[in-house]
């Protein structure tokens, strides 16, 4: 699959789910409205689907949501994935994880052949992680939760969003544990991505000064590492671990864009940044044949924009995109 701009798309975010266990601040509104359950894929339309994109090409797939470990079958979803890695036909599988759920799951994802995962931390100190999870989230739990991963040998990495005022006096203390355990650390800018309730503008940090501050602290090599995706990554040369940096909002890394992304209800969107969507559940339960549903899937592809426009808008203080993180796949 190789796209006007002569990037080849080897990359899928697979949403299983918009639900979730927490309702970080960034992310969600207090009081969000799921989708019913008809409206979502099910595991055997996500694996229909997944297959189609690995016989068109995509090496990587990546099962985010909402949260992934909450979607009910997820396990089996994992196992017939992870048979596609044995089968050479993929090089990765992987997942975006909360950690909630992971103290049950880690050993049984680790047997289905998923080596790494992304597990979002963005406070260690557990009256803050619990206020940005609006109360629901145990910070304990959660630790066990990175500690059954690492037991069963996954390699993790962390990743935080950086929200001024509250948890940007608590990144040389992310950067110390993620060295003591072994973990790449990544932050992330908030993107203005669906309501929130609350003003995204006050919790807008920069990343370029977050960065200018821990180089007073910490050696940063730059690294020239590419993986397709917005980060850009340095070595702390304390600690011998990676930090990422994720910008989207200060700089185009639009470029090398590898990916696309699949919501839970099997819409195809070609950027996380643009409105340009297909929906692909429409050709599955139209009975479409796996030539219908690739030609859908390559007619979107031809037209993958360019880049994104991001930008947080504070003459209106309005999302600059209605959907949430969690129904598109962080
Ligand atoms: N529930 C899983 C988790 O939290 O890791 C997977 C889904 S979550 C939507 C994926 C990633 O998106 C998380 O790292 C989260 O912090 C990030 N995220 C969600 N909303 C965001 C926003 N508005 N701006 C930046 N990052 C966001
Ligand atoms: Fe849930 Fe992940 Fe969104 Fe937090 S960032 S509310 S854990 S989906």
Not at 222 to 234: C, D, K, Q, R, V
Request: aromatic share 6%; net charge neutral.
């Amino acid at each position: 699959m190789i796209d006007p701009f002569g990037r080849s798309v080897t990359y899928l975010r697979l949403s299983v789910t918009d639900r979730c266990d927490l309702r970080c601040v960034y992310c969600m509104s207090e009081d969000m409205t799921f989708l019913p359950r008809a409206d979502l894929l099910s595991i055997e339309e996500l694996v229909r689907l997944a297959e189609t994109f690995v016989d068109l090409g995509v090496r990587k797939i990546r099962l985010t949501g909402g949260e992934p470990l909450v979607r009910r079958g997820v396990m089996e979803l994992v196992r017939r994935l992870g048979g596609f890695v044995g089968a050479g036909r993929l090089d990765e599988l992987t997942l975006t994880t909360n950690a909630t759920q992971l103290g049950e799951f880690a050993a049984d994802l680790a047997a289905a052949g998923i080596r790494r995962i992304n597990v979002s931390v963005d406070s260690l100190e557990p009256e803050v992680f619990r206020g940005i999870t609006r109360g629901r989230g145990d910070i304990g739990k959660v630790l066990a939760g990175i500690a059954a991963a690492k037991t069963a040998g996954l390699k993790i990495k962390i990743n935080a969003v950086a929200l001024k005022g509250v948890n940007d006096g608590e990144f040389d203390n992310l950067i110390r544990w993620c060295g003591e355990q072994g973990h790449d650390l990544t932050l992330i800018e908030t993107m203005p991505l669906g309501e929130v309730d609350g003003d995204r503008t006050e919790q807008y940090l920069p990343l370029d000064a977050v960065r200018r501050d821990l180089e007073r602290r910490w050696t940063l090599e730059p690294l020239s590492i590419s993986t397709g995706g917005p980060a850009t990554y340095w070595r702390i040369a304390e600690t011998g671990r990676l930090l990422g940096c994720i910008t989207p909002l200060t700089h185009n890394f639009c470029e090398g864009c590898n990916r696309v992304r699949v919501t839970c209800t099997g819409t195809l969107y070609m950027c996380l940044g643009q409105e340009d969507s297909v929906d692909l559940r429409s050709v599955l339960r139209a009975g479409g044949s796996a030539a219908e549903l690739r030609q859908a899937i390559l007619e979107a592809i031809a037209h993958k924009p360019k880049g994104h426009d991001f930008i947080i808008d504070r003459e209106h203080r309005r999302p600059a995109l209605a959907r949430h993180m969690s129904t598109t796949g962080g």
